[in-house]
């Protein structure tokens, strides 16, 4: 192991220590001491730094945000490096910023989600009105990600439970979630169909939900039924075009509402929401928190309470 292996390996030591992953950081970190390495370079300079975070990209758009996700990781490492010896440069933030645009999400409400879920229980062929009702309710019902519900294996769903063992999310950590009886018991119902289904034409496998092969559901179909199911409901019209990843948006907006309604600390909350959603940081659930009419109002109404009895100052 030389030097720079050394120092990265105690650097990432470190930060685990303090709860970070830094799977992908390790990763480029190697990439760019193997670089520094390879050009006898001894110290993190700004110059080194960005120059290998922009080495073989140019032009705009995701090849940004690629050499700025590099630059992130060396930036971390270099902070690191600066404490143990000033010699060490810290490159600025900023150096590949862009624009970023949000897409407003869509916030469904309680009938539009219903009218989604009958239409896709109409869509043609029996597996896809059997299983893509199923599917848009658990996401509508668990904040699930696409990608999250559709790599659910069996043994993933504990019907005796209600819990959900969720491990293909973004952080690539484990996580539970907890589902009312009701969500379990539509669970429950696919899973009987599927299984008779199987029986007449194929073998168990390992997928929750299937396609009539009896393989993993692909994303391209999924995204196909739930725009047909969409517009049969009118929800997704020629102007309007809600997202199938709103549904996630619209879970946490009405769980917060839910919270804002009984009366609940909410910013104590807000740690449990994080977690359900698989969020490594309560920064990123505030993404998906738009200013709906009545969160804004419940919120304005907290924060006149709080100025009333003094808690909030100038």
């Given at each position: ?43 993190i300079t700004t110059a080194n730094a960005v120059s290998w975070a922009e080495a073989s990209f140019s032009g705009t758009g995701h090849r940004i945000a690629r050499a700025s996700r590099r630059l992130m990781a060396v930036r971390g490492f270099a902070t690191y490096m600066h404490a143990v010896d000033p010699a060490h440069e810290i490159p600025p933030q900023g150096v590949f910023a862009h624009p970023v645009h949000r897409s407003a999400p ?209």
């Open positions: 192991m030389n030097g720079w292996e050394e120092h990265v390996a105690d650097y990432l030591r470190l930060r685990r220590q303090l709860g970070a992953l830094l799977a992908w950081d390790e990763h480029l970190l190697g990439q760019y001491t193997t670089h520094l390495a390879s050009a006898g370079s001894l110290t869509y916030i469904y409400t309680n009938a539009e989600t219903s009218a989604l879920i009958e239409s896709a229980g109409h869509l043609s062929h029996g597996i896809r009105a059997h299983t893509y009702p199923t599917l848009f309710g658990l996401l509508a019902v668990s904040g699930l990600r696409v990608g999250e519900a559709l790599g659910l294996a069996r043994d993933d769903v504990d019907l005796d439970t209600g819990i959900l063992v969720v491990s293909s999310g973004k952080s690539r950590q484990q996580r539970l979630v907890p589902l009312h009886e009701s969500s379990i018991a539509a669970l429950g119902r696919y899973a009987s169909w599927r299984d008779g289904y199987e029986q007449q034409s194929h073998a168990g496998s390992a997928p929750f939900f299937i396609n009539r092969e009896g393989d993993q559901l692909p994303y391209d179909n999924v995204l196909k039924a739930f725009r047909q199911a969409a517009s049969a409901a009118r929800i997704q019209t020629h102007r309007l075009h809600p997202r199938m990843h709103d549904l996630r948006h619209a879970f946490a907006v009405n769980t917060l509402l839910g919270w804002y309604r009984d009366g609940a600390d909410v910013a104590a909350m807000m740690p449990a929401l994080s977690t359900y959603l698989g969020h490594s940081d309560p920064a990123n659930t505030y993404w998906y928190l738009s200013a709906v009419p009545e969160l804004l109002a419940h919120a304005s109404a907290r924060l006149a309470n709080a100025d009333t009895h003094g808690q909030v100052g100038p």
